[in-house]
């Protein structure tokens, strides 16, 4: 067992080897929308009826639609997320106003374990015991390049701390969607789609339960964020996690046009996914599966479950090297249904993919 420094020091450099914008990535929104807000039917100047606050803030309207304007030394969230999902998408919008002052606060986030009433409210010296904290500025330096910073609180000890530049936000471009994507221990950061944090270690053994937006002091008293469009939703699990923990993983986000076998454009992020697990894992071989559901005839089914297995393999022998003889591919055809094919939804399940490790 290392010493608490060292582990520190250990996910510091994680921290920097998993961050940084110059990395591809696709952001991933979940599909089972757990709570959305646009403020809709909250009053123009009022402070929504479900959120808390201890602070103030009201509804503003900003280009014909309506924001939430946060007020500094405050927290606020929303009383209807009661439980954090293992894995979840977190998005929102923010923009700030004009020529927003580089010594002003900056948009902290705050995915932490509410366990008394007192937790309804976070300031940067609270130590929880449990917490991951990141926030966004559009003021990095004089030149207004924006940043970011993340925090991870374990058993009441800060056990990470970083930063990195956001040139997308700035003082020029003061509007941007921010996306969150946790997958059990794993925190990613998007912002309009570029990634710019991912951190395997981020979110702890913990019973995350609540999310904070908070505001320190703002530099002058004209500086504000305001966001909108916010969306909590249940995501897919982690593909490493799964494939690696389990030796399993079964996927339906591969998708095929019908009756062929050529990979649709919107499967690249779950392969590519599954392509750095066999490149960061060189000792293990797989085999690819691949099922339909129940139409057309059977054994032309048969033969097209296998091409697209096999496509999915030349996939990764393409994209990342990976050696044809640490693979094999299997046709199932409509054979092995998992839910009722006379359904829709049946079908839909039945039409997927599955990967095992070989032992």
Known sequence: ????????????????????????AQFVSGKKILFEEKFSKDIMGDFPVNWFTNSSGEIANISSSKWLQLSDKGSFYPMSILKLPENFTFEFDVTTTDNFNFYSTPLNVVFTEKTT??????????????????????????????????????????????????????KNKNTVRVQIWRQKNRFRMFIDGKKFWDLPTAFQEANYNQIIFFIGTYKNTTDKFFISNIKLAEAGSDTRHKLIETGTFTTNEILFDT???????????????????????????????????????????????????????????????????????????????????????????NRRVEFNIIK
């Not at 067992?1 to 591809?24: H, N, P, R, W």
């Not at 139409?295 to 990342?320: H, P, T, V």
């Open 117 to 170: 009433k007192a937790d309804n409210v976070w300031n940067t010296t609270l130590k929880r015991k449990e917490a991951v904290i990141f926030n966004v500025h559009p003021a990095n330096s004089l030149s207004g390049t924006g940043r970011s910073e993340i925090f991870v609180i374990s058993e009441k000890k800060e056990i990470m701390k970083n930063k990195v530049d956001i040139p997308v936000f700035n």
């Open 259 to 349: 009756n062929k076998f050529s990979i649709k454009p919107s499967s690249k992020t779950i392969l590519d996914d599954l392509g750095k697990v066999l490149s960061e894992n060189q000792n293990i071989k797989i085999s690819i599966a691949g099922h339909t559901d129940s139409d057309g005839n059977d054994n032309e089914n048969l033969k097209l479950s296998e091409k697209r297995a096999q496509s999915i393999s030349s996939y990764f022998i393409a994209n990342f090297g990976i050696q044809k003889s640490r693979m094999t591919t299997l046709g199932k055809g409509e054979l092995e249904p998992i839910a009722d094919n006379k359904l829709e939804e049946g079908k839909k399940q």
């Open 1 to 24: 067992m290392g010493t608490l420094k060292s582990k520190i020091v250990f996910l510091l450099t994680l921290s920097f080897l998993f961050s940084g914008y110059a990395q591809e």
